[in-house]
């Protein structure tokens, strides 16, 4: 199988380049970072969006999406990493929509879809409890309460956690905090009493929330899947939030590339452009190898995810793991290769490399899915 894209992908990739050209450009994150934007983003333009069909691309069409998959969001959150573009595909498509279709019975689906699917319903996973991702690391705990639950805990990283219609709270129902099982998903609307969400600032001007849930009650019917049964949606799910992640690094790691390349050729030094002196070129040369890598690992990661093959989780990893170091190493080239005014917010570069570092710490980083992927293997 030839790891190119179709022509409705090619076109697809095109569409969103040349809306996010004019709608989101990275002038638009600063304008939304300098301006204190409350929500992190414009609910307009994510109307816009999830009216081009970006919000539903992984949703069947009886829910009110267009049923395509992985390779085709992939396309267009690589061209949204290419823009810094801060909207919630991450958070809504990527975790909540897939969280509801891999656990979520035919009346949450239905209640909860069509809303994502036109851009009213914002979701966030709120699983995370360390400083440093760990998957089932979970304390907070889920008791048994009339009919119902009621969940006490704190988590950490709610992606769009603060501007969220409904959350996906991973809590305990029975076991310790590192095993795997005794984990349950619940679905929380972010207005119920007991529930506080604060509003992170983070380094990459992205939205992110700490959560604290006292005494929260929930109904029985807002358990997503089986009771004690939840990592087996949150594995699935966070390999998907490694490829999309990766897609995304991917993107960050190819603009950088690009602009590096250009400024080499136009900037001058002692009467002569830089790009001629050896040492960048050797430099650049091992950037484009690492990319060249890196696009074919996140073709292939985002097929086997679409296609349901016994590798994808291994695939998840070996993508975010590369991806993960490709973007450190050319970042931190293209800030340098800048020079001085590389490391001034004046500059764009430096908005690239605090965006790579973000992501590759998300769902664990280049470290943590080399030892994955080495289980997974046997090792």
């Known amino acids: 199988m030839a790891l190119v894209l179709s022509e409705e992908q090619q076109f697809l990739r095109d569409t969103a ?80 929509a897939s969280a509801v279709l891999l656990g979520g019975s035919e009346s949450q689906r239905k209640d909860i879809l069509p809303g994502v699917c036109a851009g009213e319903t914002i979701l966030a996973l709120a699983s995370q409890e360390q400083g440093r991702f760990h998957p089932y690391q979970v304390e907070s705990r889920a008791e048994r309460s009339g009919d119902g639950y009621r969940i006490t805990g704190e988590k950490k990283f709610v992606l ?92 960050i790691s190819l603009e950088v590339f690009e602009r590096t390349v250009e400024y080499l050729k136009t900037r001058e030094q002692f009467g002569v452009l830089i790009g001629s002196f050896q040492g960048l070129k050797h430099r650049a040369a091992e950037m484009f190898c690492e990319l060249e890598l890196a696009k074919s690992i996140v073709l292939d990661a985002l097929r086997a995810i679409d296609e349901k093959r016994l590798d994808s989780a291994r695939l998840a990893s070996a993508a975010k793991a590369r991806t993960s170091d490709a973007a450190s190493l050319v970042t931190r080239e293209g800030v340098q290769m800048h020079g001085g005014i590389g490391m001034t917010d004046e500059e764009e570069i430096g908005l690239f490399l605090k965006r790579a570092k973000a992501a590759e710490l998300s769902f664990g980083d280049a470290a943590f899915h080399r030892d994955c992927f080495a289980g997974l293997m046997g090792f």
């Open 160 to 251: 769009d956690g603060h501007v969220a219609d409904q959350l996906i709270v991973v809590a305990r129902t029975a076991g310790n905090p590192g095993g795997r099982d005794g984990l349950t998903l619940f679905l929380v609307d972010s207005a119920v009493a007991g529930l506080e969400i604060k509003r992170s600032n983070m380094v990459d001007s992205r939205n992110a929330a700490r959560v604290r849930l006292d005494g929260v009650e929930v109904g029985a019917d807002r358990v997503l899947g089986e009771v004690g049964a939840g990592a087996e949606i949150l594995d699935p799910l966070h390999d998907r939030a490694c490829v999309a992640l990766s897609a995304e690094l991917l993107g």
């Open 17 to 96: 380049a040349e809306f996010l050209d004019e709608k989101s450009p990275v002038t638009h994150l600063r304008e939304l970072r300098d301006g204190k934007e409350a929500s992190g983003f414009s609910r307009p333009l994510w109307k816009e969006m999830s009216e081009l069909g970006w919000a539903g691309i992984l949703v069947p069409e009886e829910y009110g999406g267009s049923g395509l998959g992985f390779a085709e969001l992939g396309v267009v959150i690589e061209e949204c990493g290419r823009r810094l573009s801060p909207y919630p595909l991450l958070s809504t498509v990527v975790l909540g």
